[in-house]
Every structure is written in structure tokens, then in C-alpha cells.
């Protein structure tokens, strides 16, 4: 009955150094909690069986540990888990000449220093000169710098 125990602890042990190790990384409580586990569960076979079994039950319990961990990183298993869908939109898409320095528009947004405004019938993420911009003032583009639109009020 005691190997029964003993197997348990260093099982669920085990079960709680991948849970550290995989899903639960920087918790650090379950993978002490799971080295503990492992730990009494090898003194355990050390006190009831003796030296030479509780030196097969440590030997034992590192390969298996080796080997579950092994196991757990090169399976499919992670990869059907995770969410592997990609992201297809982008803040600005700024069109070469659609944008230019000198375009007015106003601020759909408050721009502390960035927001929304709408720019020749198109909305835009731009980022003010100054640190604030109230909503609906009107603006003027500064410059454009690949996707970034810089903006001033046009009240200045």
C-alpha cells in the first residue's frame, strides 16, 4: 500500500512540474508545490523500503521526469492548443498622395498626444504635434511618415 503512495505523490508531482514548466510559467507555488511532492514521495520510498530501493525510486523518478518533459514540449498536443490565427489589419494604411502635408481635417477624437480624425473623407490614426488636441477641432497635417500622420490644430 505504501508504493501506492509513494507513486501517487511523485506522479502528481510530476503533473504539477509541467503545469509550472508549460502552463503556468512564473507561479513558482506550483512548481515548488511539485517538487515537494516529488521529494516526499522519494523519502518515503527511502524510509519504508531502504537505501537500495529508494535509490531505483529517485534514478526512476528523473527519467520519467526527463522523459514527461520531453514528451510534453515535442508533442502536437501544444500546437492544437494554441491560437495560431494571424492578424490581417493594420492601424494606418496610408496611401501614397491620398495624405499630404497641409490637408486639413479635425479631430474625431481627443488626440492627447494620438487619436482618431477624419482627413479628406477617410479616417486616420494620427498623432498630434502638441500634447493635446480637443475632439472635433480642426487640423492640419504637419507631415506623413509612412503610416504616421502628424497633426497640428489648426487654430494655432
Do not use: C, Q
Request: proline share 2%; aromatic share 6%.
Amino acid at each position: 500500500m505504501i508504493w501506492l503512495i509513494v507513486l501517487s505523490l511523485i506522479v502528481v508531482g510530476i503533473v504539477f512540474l509541467l503545469l509550472e514548466i508549460l502552463v503556468v510559467p512564473g507561479a513558482t507555488v506550483v512548481g515548488l508545490f511539485g517538487v515537494g511532492l516529488v521529494v516526499a514521495g522519494i523519502v518515503v520510498a527511502f524510509n519504508h523500503y531502504g537505501v537500495e530501493t529508494g535509490v531505483i525510486t529517485l534514478i526512476g523518478t528523473l527519467v520519467v521526469s526527463i522523459l514527461a518533459i520531453g514528451i510534453a514540449l515535442r508533442s502536437n498536443t501544444w500546437k492544437k492548443a494554441m491560437h495560431s490565427s494571424t492578424l490581417e489589419g493594420r492601424v494606418n494604411i496610408v496611401e501614397a498622395g491620398k495624405v499630404a502635408k497641409g490637408d486639413e481635417g479635425i479631430a474625431i477624437t481627443r488626440l492627447n498626444p494620438m487619436g482618431k480624425a477624419l482627413i479628406e473623407e477617410e479616417y486616420y490614426e494620427v498623432r498630434s504635434k502638441d500634447n493635446l488636441i480637443a475632439e472635433n477641432t480642426p487640423i492640419v497635417v504637419l507631415k506623413v511618415e509612412g503610416n504616421k500622420i502628424i497633426v497640428k490644430s489648426k487654430e494655432e
